[in-house]
C-alpha cells in the first residue's frame, strides 16, 4: 500500500501543468472523537490518492482539518466518498473564491496531538457546547449593532492584510494568546455585550466560542464557515460586503482578494502592499510583504544579509543553513528587526 508521496513538488507541478485540467480548492473541517486517528489517516491517504487529491490534512482524536486541492472532474467523486463516512455527511465545503490549480502539490496527512494549536486543557470544558453559528445576513446585523464586540481570532500577519469593518484585532502570533487578552478585555461586559468573532474558516471559533461560553459569556456568535463562506454569501446573494482587504489562505496562494481595499504596507518601504512572500534565502523563508519594486531591488529577500546569502553557490548556502533553525521559527511571521514597517 503506498502511504506516502513518491513525487516531489516540482514533479508534480509539471503534471499539472500537462493535464491543463481545472482543479478546486477547498476547505473543512469536523469536531468528533476518532478512536483511532492513525487507521484513518491511512484510511484517507488511500482513497484520496487514488483521487489524485493534494493538500495539507491534520488528524486527530477531536477530528479533522482539512486544506484540499481537488481535480474538478472528480469533485462528485470525492464528495461522494465524504458522504460514505457517517460524521462527514454533508459536512460544509468553503471552495475558495479565487482558484489556482497549484494550490498544492503533495498529499500531506499528519496525526497530531490537536486538529488546530489552541494551547487549551478541552478536558476543562465541553468542547461541543459551542455559540451561536450566523450566517452573512444575520452577520453583518450583528455587527452594526453598537453592543456588539466584533473580534478578529486570527494572528497578526492574516489580519494585517484584511479584516472586517470595527473588528478588534489582537496583535499576536498565535491563538492561544488572543483568548485571554479578549477574556481580559471583555472582563466587565460578559453578560451585556454580544461577542461575536470569525476567522478563516471557522474552526478556531468554534472552539474559542465554547471556551468563551464556559469563561461566562452569555452571547457569544461566530460566523459559520468563516471569511471565505462570507465572501462566497455575499457574492451569491448581492449582500454589502463588510470586510475590507484580502484573507490569508494557508496554501501557496497565500490570500484571496475579498475587497479591492490595500489596508497593509510593504515591510521594507512602508508603500501600500498587501503581498505575502517568503524571503529567497532558503536559511530564513521569512514571511513578510514585499512590492514588487522591493522584491526586485532586494531579489526577493528580506535582508541585505540575506540577499548577500542568495548571490552565493548553492553549496555554500547550503552549508550556512546546515544545522541553523528553521527561519519561521526563528523571527516569526513578519517580526524580524530588519523589516522597518513591520
Known sequence: MQL????SSKEREQLIEQAGEERFTLSFYKYHQLKD??????????NWNKLDVLGRINVAHEGINAQLSVPAKKFEDFKTFLDSIDFLKDVRLNIA?????????KLKIKVRPKIVHDGLNDATFDVTNKGVHVD?????????????????????????????????????????????????DLKDHKEDKNLVMYCTGGIR???ASAYYKHKGFKKVYQLEGGIIEYARQVKDKNLENKFFGKNFVFDD????????????????????CDTHVNCANDGCHLLFIQCEDCAKKMDGCCSIQCQDIVHLPYEEQKRLRSGRPDGNR??????????KFK
Open 205 to 207: 471559533c468554534e472552539k
Open 253 to 272: 496562494r497565500r490570500s484571496e482578494k475579498i475587497s479591492d481595499d490595500v489596508i497593509a504596507k510593504c515591510h521594507q518601504c512602508g508603500k501600500a
Open 97 to 105: 473564491i479565487e482558484h489556482y490549480d497549484k494550490s498544492f502539490l
Open 330 to 339: 526563528k523571527f516569526k511571521k513578519g517580526r524580524s528587526p530588519v523589516l
Open 37 to 46: 486517528p492513525k487507521a484513518f489517516r491511512d484510511f484517507l491517504f488511500l
Open 136 to 184: 452573512a445576513i444575520k452577520f453583518n446585523e450583528l455587527i452594526e449593532d453598537p453592543n456588539t464586540v466584533l473580534v478578529d481570532m486570527r494572528n497578526h500577519y492574516e489580519s494585517e492584510i484584511g479584516h472586517f469593518k470595527n473588528a478588534v484585532t489582537p496583535d499576536v502570533d498565535t491563538f492561544r494568546q488572543s483568548l485571554d487578552i479578549i477574556e481580559a
Open 4 to 7: 506516502y508521496n513518491k513525487l
